[in-house]
């Protein structure tokens, strides 16, 4: 059994930065891609940013594209989402998931969810 734990949400002001964090157990992350993603209240959860199991391949949704940054340290079972220049639109709960060998927009692709870390952008 795989367990993902957020963390780095917070309140802050639009234009501000947040540094998600989203630690795995098990000894087998290096294997697998990671992505981020949110449900903004009222919304249906949608896909953020994903990477490749080795970090080398990473994609973004246009909305973020530009102002949000995923990495990953498979040595600390980590991958983190870095976000600059936030938005109002961009408040909403930040789940991580795991996926297979690249990453995907599709939810059916990963099989292990945290439980999420909220994110609330002040205007």
């Known amino acids: 059994q795989v367990q993902l734990l957020e963390s780095g949400g917070g309140l802050v002001q639009a234009g501000s930065s947040l540094r998600l964090s989203c630690v795995a157990s098990?000894?087998?992350?290096?294997?697998?891609?990671m992505a981020w993603f949110r449900r903004a209240p009222g919304r249906e959860r949608e896909f953020v940013a994903g990477i490749s199991w080795s970090g080398d391949m990473t994609t973004y949704a246009d909305s973020v594209k530009g102002r949000f940054t995923i990495s990953k340290d498979n040595a600390k079972n980590t991958v983190y989402l870095q976000m600059d220049s936030l938005k109002p639109d961009d408040t909403a709960l930040y789940y991580c998931?795991?996926?297979?060998?690249?990453?995907?927009?599709?939810?059916?692709?990963?099989?292990?969810w945290g439980q999420g870390t909220q994110v609330t952008v002040s205007s």
């Open positions: 998931a795991r996926g297979a060998r690249y990453a995907s927009g599709n939810e059916g692709a990963y099989d292990y």
């Open positions: 098990g000894r087998t992350f290096s294997r697998y891609a």
